[in-house]
């Protein structure tokens, strides 16, 4: 018998199973949500800045 793992949804918190089809997220809407955050540039990965680029 295999064991369930579960992950939280990083959008709603709700927790679902790692197997989900929008994992990590709960559902396409929140999977969404987060696709506008980052369209929309309100989260971001910090990226390198060159020191000598000034």
Known sequence: ???KINIT???CK???EVNSK???F???GCKSVD???WTNEEV???G???PTND
């Open 22 to 24: 929008y994992k990590p």
């Open 14 to 16: 709700k927790i679902v």
């Open 9 to 11: 949804c990083p959008n």
């Open 48 to 50: 390198y800045e060159d």
């Open 26 to 28: 709960c559902s396409k």
């Open 35 to 37: 696709f506008l955050r």
């Open 1 to 3: 018998m295999k064991k």
């Open 44 to 46: 971001s990965i910090k």
